[in-house]
């Protein structure tokens, strides 16, 4: 029997969210400050229209659902949820007023695009976008990306009960630290030294191109929070074929790997643990398919000889792997080139590499490597089964920063989120071919949103239908918050419908 | 003789004039991209505005060109690009420039890119200044939104207060 929420489960949840609203509202102060540098007064006054309706927005929540509860397993899921999508829908406000947008529906899509970390855009003649909105597309990668959740951990709640179960509803279910409100804080101390780092090396390579340093510096920090955060938007429409670099490709690529590596790595390697690199299963998992993944992309190229030197492939091929194997998006070849010129086996290569992902508690999407390390685990603890004697007792260990006993709650957890993500690949595909659009084309794409990596073979374009732009949208966002958040939320509408 | 001569050569006309014309108009890059392994080497004319950054590297350098459809790499020697005087971005139209030069699929020169090698660059347009003032409907929402927000937090601190 389902129970219809009460009251005070609304007001619980309306509170939150008009906290985290009011969270998102701050931080467009950032591109305000951007666009007065610039001198840009018109997207000033853009972001100033967002900021006043999120505040208008999150103040009254806060004021008409005013609680001071703690939050419930299920509340915390269903505030995570929503806030998504509320950021998605305020978040596209200053997008779509820029005029660069053709409808509202391509703005939120930007913005979910962005949130989810996915990189796939809409976005119209984007050479001449001003720089407080793409500074906006790039800022809202980075929340995204730390989790807009953690944002509000971070900065604007003391701490209370509820706050590891919206951590857990954004999709990170390991704390670095015992306590989450410091496991964010150190999430975002990691965050803001590489981009630190991450800025400064890509705005000095940018000047050795003969970038004016101004310009250099703005996209370095654009281009570390689309690559550190695996989002895949860049501040000119030529992605990073704009800058016609070999060391700008390999700043941007050490960016992705190191992003989609896990924030337990991280801290293993600040405190001086390196070898936790070459023994993590995730690690070891990570480096294996980059090389099964090459290996066919690599064969393909070869075979279709699309690449005339072996270098140029290599190139070419790699970081375009490295790309979708993070979940970045970053590419150095038009999305046209790879259907036209890239023959079916490369790309079933990058499919698969953008479907396994990268680690967990990082800022990739997809199923992601723990999960394919523990099932890898499972299946071969299964045929030791079978090839040793009978009476013969089996423990399969696996180690993930610690040793550990591969157990079966762990086990049916990574299947049940694997088939939900191949669910979710596979629904995108249907929806990509009911629209018209080939079946390796649909599935390339499908999988590059549900999986937030944001590699376009050509499908992403404002002219595709709106009811497949909704699709992607929905893929990204159930992607990204890995389902259980998105269905804790069907589950509380229904129960608001039909409960008693 | 020479008739024959002359039939030969109106036939091979014929077959070369769509080839000829196909050389001499401008090129779009929808079209370089869709039928990239037949341009590749040839050389073509390519025109559009110059977006982005001049990146000059020493003897030679780097503009991006957008012709509407797609903005494509031209790299060229520093001289020609020292003629373009503004690349457009967020406020400014760039000089509108034509491009002969010879277009590469996969440039072995440049780490396989797709890219033109510049052979000459004119400038047909001056780029301009695009600023315009900000629509009254903005401010007037703008104006609307402070007031709402203030009153809402005037509530606020007046129910806090009791």
């Not at chain 1, 030529?238 to 337990?264: C, D, P, R």
């Given at each position: ?45 853009d ?12 103040l ?8 001071q ?18 950021a998605?829908?305020l ?25 989810a ?95 004016p ?19 895949g ?63 066919i ?23 375009q ?29 990058i ?38 004697p ?31 993500y191949?669910?979710?690949?596979a ?16 599935l ?11 590699l ?45 | ?15 070369l004039?769509?080839?000829i ?49 797609n ?54 347009k ?29 509530i606020?601190k ?5």
């Amino acid at each position: 029997m389902l129970l219809r929420p009460s009251f005070q489960d609304i007001r619980n949840i309306g509170y939150y969210l008009g906290k985290i609203i009011v969270g998102l509202a701050l931080t467009m102060l950032i591109p305000i400050l951007v666009g007065f540098l610039w001198h840009e007064p018109e997207p000033v006054i853009d972001f100033f229209i967002a900021a006043e309706v999120s505040l208008v927005v999150g103040l009254l929540l806060m004021k008409f659902c005013y609680s001071q509860k703690d939050l419930s397993w299920m509340q915390g899921m269903i505030v995570v949820a929503l806030s998504w999508l509320v950021a998605m829908v305020l978040g596209a406000i200053p997008l779509y007023l820029s005029g660069h947008w053709h409808s509202f529906l391509d703005a939120c899509f930007e913005a979910m695009s962005g949130l989810a970390t996915t990189g796939l855009v809409l976005v119209q003649d984007l050479d001449h976008l001003s720089h407080s909105h793409n500074l906006w597309r790039h800022l809202i990668m980075f929340i995204g990306g730390q989790g807009i959740v953690i944002v509000a951990l971070s900065f604007f709640v003391k701490g209370f009960s509820g706050a590891f179960k919206m951590y857990v509803g954004e999709a990170r279910d390991e704390k670095i630290l015992p306590n989450v409100i410091h496991t964010s804080r150190f999430i975002w101390l990691v965050s803001f030294t590489y981009l630190a780092l991450g800025t400064i090396s890509l705005g000095i390579t940018g000047i050795a191109l003969g970038m004016p340093w101004q310009e250099s510096f703005f996209h370095g920090a654009c281009n570390f929070m689309a690559a550190f955060d695996t989002g895949g938007f860049t501040p000119q429409s030529q992605n990073i074929l704009y800058y016609h670099s070999l060391s700008y490709e390999v700043v941007t690529m050490v960016l992705m790997i190191l992003g989609a590596i896990n924030f337990k790595m991280h801290y293993q390697a600040w405190i001086g643990n390196r070898k936790e690199v070459f023994r993590d299963i995730e690690m070891l998992g990570f480096f294996t398919t980059v090389i099964i993944t090459f290996f066919i992309v690599g064969a393909g190229l070869v075979q279709n000889s699309t690449y005339q030197q072996g270098i140029i492939l290599f190139r070419k091929g790699f970081y375009q792997l490295i790309s979708g194997h993070t979940g970045t998006g970053f590419q150095t070849v038009y999305p046209s080139q790879f259907i036209a010129e890239w023959p079916h086996l490369s790309l079933v290569g990058i499919i698969i590499a953008m479907a396994l992902g990268g680690a967990v508690c990082s800022t990739t999407g997809a199923i992601k490597m723990l999960r394919i390390g523990i099932i890898y685990k499972a299946l071969m603890e299964d045929i030791k089964k079978i090839i040793l004697p009978e009476k013969a007792i089996l423990a399969q260990r696996f180690h993930h920063i610690k040793t550990l006993f591969l157990e079966q709650p762990q086990v049916r957890a990574a299947f049940l989120i694997t088939i939900l993500y191949l669910a979710l690949y596979a629904l995108g595909t249907l929806a990509g071919m009911w629209f018209g659009y080939p079946f390796l084309n649909s599935l390339f794409e499908s999988t590059s949103a549900a999986a937030n990596v944001g590699l376009s073979c050509g499908i992403t374009e404002v002219n595709m239908p709106a009811a497949l732009k909704i699709t992607y949208i929905f893929q990204m966002w159930a992607g990204r918050l890995e389902f259980m958040s998105v269905f804790t939320l069907f589950g509380f509408f229904l129960a608001l419908l039909k409960g008693k | 003789m020479s008739a024959i001569l002359k039939r030969i050569a109106f036939l091979f006309l014929i077959v070369l004039l769509p080839v000829i014309a196909r050389a001499e108009q401008p090129v779009t890059s929808v079209e370089l991209l869709k039928d990239a392994s037949f341009y590749n080497a040839k050389k073509i004319i390519f025109e559009g505005e110059v977006v982005g950054d001049i990146m000059i590297r020493g003897k030679s350098g780097w503009i991006n060109v957008n012709d509407g459809g797609n903005a494509i790499g031209v790299f060229a020697a520093a001289n020609f690009l020292k003629d373009i005087d503004q690349a457009g971005r967020y406020g400014k139209t760039g000089d509108l420039v034509q491009i002969f030069g010879v277009f590469n699929r996969s440039c072995t020169e440049h780490g396989g890119d797709l890219d033109i090698h510049a052979l000459n660059i004119q400038r047909i347009k001056e780029g301009n200044s695009t600023i315009r003032s900000i629509p009254t409907f903005k401010q007037i929402i703008l104006v609307l939104l402070s007031v709402i927000l203030i009153i809402i937090l005037w509530i606020s601190k007046d129910s806090r207060k009791h």
